[in-house]
């Protein structure tokens, strides 16, 4: 299709209404990262309720529809940000996080991260098969929104958001008051060693593993079984020292050894999702070269409305400026430490890291966006790659021997660079999501790529004050003077202290190469299941399963399972997608819900300087059993709604 009129897309109220739902969205996606070490994917809530307002309004389309989701996708994903930003607080060199140096942190990666991301289109989104789970949703729910019985659906599809959101605030409302537990399990011992199995009890929980499907979940279960099935025991072998309590030791051991395993895992996975995707980012390029060639010589109305990308020169050229307000951040940022004396060779080295690791990240992201989707990918792998990659740089530099100060410094300036990269991951990992929907929704993609751009800025605007609302409410654990309700931040703790071990010398490379030895394994098998057709194994998935602690993964997994019965059972239904799509939009509400009560929660504490200012009693013996029996019922209550919804769908 050529010479065709664009529609009404990139417009001033769909501009607004994106930008609102990004203060809602990415709020809950901080407060959820920092929680559990996971976010969800905004597309699908987002074009819900686009739909439900624009049609207020005359003139409405699909594809201004989609730029909401888009810019609303986009500042959601990039709250991912959380997975490495508070390491610098952690690690003792902010107390707090600088607004405008966050924001330009935050921005100047998650633009680097569109950019590649134009090129990346043609070789991940239109020249492949990948599936873009959330993606291809996202583009349905639009076009029932858009089409015949499209009123109904959105009616339906909006209450089951809504009544998925109320359910799962109303648990850690009761949880807060007192009522009910938190999260139920223990620590057990295993021969003379031990182990331990928790599960948060949280809604949210099993949303996110209703939408990571089953191929996730049993992966994160194997994950699960290598670490506390098997490492964690032997390594806990022989019990604890003497004066320290069980608990304390097994706790100790995980954080300290088996995390450093599942680092090493995660990192021969991404290693591998790299290799597989070079020949198509070749192909890509060549394409959006011949594309620009045939814009300059016929003009843009020779080209398809929907390959009509931003130039590759603008893309360019944006990429390399982009390194001017790096370098200034980076040099700024390394006054007082032990890169300012050598500054112009450690500037020069951070800048080609930055630019060469941004290609390398959003491929692999995008990679795995398409694969398992965007609210599935464990990006923190890549993350702790990226980490490793510029701390082994600074370490060829500045060698080991350094003081304490001096190598809290470079750690830190480990950290930042790591945080413009990250930035660069988890908007290529979301982007190509948000660029399938376009695809199938007939967007002009140069104007998505913009939307794109927009919401990065307005996330980067958002991130910074609610990650400080969060750090003065409860703190990050480890860090100094983090109380007992300090959140976990699983994934900053762990590329902090990767950071923290190889600029400190202290850095068990055994533990990596274990790691990488399972994960080598884990790729083999996931090949010998595809090619004989049984199934698969994502490598991830297994290194998420190995790192994360079981409070975030067996509900997941639990969710997991529930959402391949309840697809099954939709499957045999009259409207098949229709019931299947009212699963998804339920399991969103869950995860919407759960965050979004916790982000008024900090804001209560914050108010009041008070952890227990929702308490109504200050001990009940019974919280537990009736946590779990009211959990219980809330997910069978859920689950009983999307398939009284899927029937009538």
């Given amino acids: 299709m050529t010479g065709t009129a664009s529609p009404r897309e990139l417009t001033v109220r769909g501009v607004i209404l994106g930008a609102l739902l990004t203060v809602v969205f990415t709020a809950a996606n901080v407060y959820l990262g920092l929680r559990i070490g996971l976010t969800f994917a905004t597309s699908i809530p987002a074009a819900v309720i686009s739909m439900a307002v624009l049609r207020a309004f005359s003139g409405t389309t699909i594809q201004e529809n989609n730029i909401v989701q888009t810019i609303a996708s986009s500042a959601g994903t990039l709250s991912a940000i959380v997975f490495v930003l508070p390491g610098l607080v952690m690690v003792g060199w902010w107390a707090d996080f600088p607004y405008w140096e966050s924001v330009a942190v935050i921005a100047v990666g998650g ?23 959330e993606g291809v949703a ?22 089951a958001v809504t009544a998925g959101g109320l359910l799962a605030a109303f648990y850690p409302l009761l949880a807060k008051m007192k009522l009910a537990a938190e999260e139920v399990g223990g ?47 032997q390594f806990t072998a022989g019990g604890p020292p003497v004066g320290t309590e069980f608990a304390d030791f097994v706790g100790t051991v995980f954080r300290q050894k088996i995390r450093f395993i599942g680092a090493g895992t995660i990192g021969v996975a991404a290693i591998w999702t790299l290799l597989r995707v070079i020949g198509p980012i070749v192909r890509g390029v060549t394409a959006a070269l ?27 050229g944006t990429i390399l400026l982009s390194m001017i307000p790096i370098a200034l951040l980076l040099a700024d940022f390394a006054v007082g430490g032990p890169v300012a004396g050598a500054l112009g060779m450690t500037l020069i080295a951070s800048v080609i890291y930055v630019l060469v690791a941004g290609i390398v990240i959003a491929s692999v992201c995008g990679y795995m966006a398409g694969l398992i989707g965007a609210s599935n990918s464990p990006i923190s792998g890549v993350g702790i790659l990226a980490a490793l990659g510029i701390s082994l740089l600074l370490l060829a530099l500045f060698g080991q021997g350094g003081s304490e100060e001096d190598t809290k410094a470079l750690v830190a300036f480990a950290l930042f660079v790591t945080a413009i990269v990250f930035g660069v991951a988890t ?61 976990s931040a699983p994934q900053a703790a762990l590329i902090s202290a990767i950071a923290q071990g190889v600029l400190g010398g202290s850095l068990d490379w055994n533990l990596v190469g274990l790691g990488a030895a399972i994960g080598a394994g884990v790729v ?126």
């Fill in 111 to 133: 633009i680097l991260g569109v950019m590649y991301s134009v090129p990346l289109r043609r070789a991940l989104v239109t020249g492949s098969d990948l599936p873009y789970p």
């Fill in 138 to 159: 996202a583009a349905e729910v639009l076009k029932v929104g858009a089409g015949v019985g499209g009123e109904e659906e959105n009616r339906k599809g909006l209450a």
């Fill in 187 to 233: 620590v057990f011992k295993v021969g003379t060693g031990g182990s331990m199995l928790f599960g948060g009890l949280s809604l949210a929980l099993v949303g996110v593993g209703h939408l990571v499907g089953i191929a996730v979940g049993l992966a994160m279960l194997v994950g699960i079984i290598i670490s506390f099935g098997f490492l964690l025991p």
């Fill in 290 to 316: 011949a594309a620009n060639k045939a814009r300059k010589g016929q003009g843009i109305e020779s080209l398809a409305l929907t390959e009509r990308d931003l130039p590759i020169g603008i893309v360019g």
């Fill in 427 to 487: 908007i290529s990992n979301d982007n190509l999501q948000d660029l399938k929907t376009g695809q199938l929704v007939g967007a002009t993609p140069w104007r998505q790529q913009i939307a794109l751009v927009l919401g990065v800025i307005f996330g980067a605007l958002v991130i910074p004050p609610i990650l400080d609302l969060l750090n003065s409410t409860f703190g990050f654990q480890g860090a100094p003077g983090a109380g007992e309700n300090a959140l």
């Fill in 524 to 649: 083999l098998v996931d090949e010998l299941l595809k090619r004989t057709g049984r199934g698969s194994l994502p490598p991830l998935a297994v290194g998420m399963g190995m790192y994360l602690p079981t409070q975030v993964t067996m509900l997941v997994i639990v969710g997991a399972v529930l959402g391949h019965l309840y697809n099954r059972w939709a499957s045999r239904q009259s409207a098949p997608d229709l019931a299947e799509r009212m699963g998804v939009l339920t399991a969103t509400g869950l995860i919407v819900g759960d965050s979004l009560f916790n982000i008024a929660y900090a804001a209560i504490v914050a108010a009041t300087d008070n952890p227990d200012a929702l308490a109504v009693v200050d001990g009940f013996g019974a919280s537990l059993p009736l946590g779990v029996a009211v959990f219980g019922g809330i997910v069978a209550y859920a689950y009983w709604r999307m398939r009284r919804d899927g029937k009538s769908a």
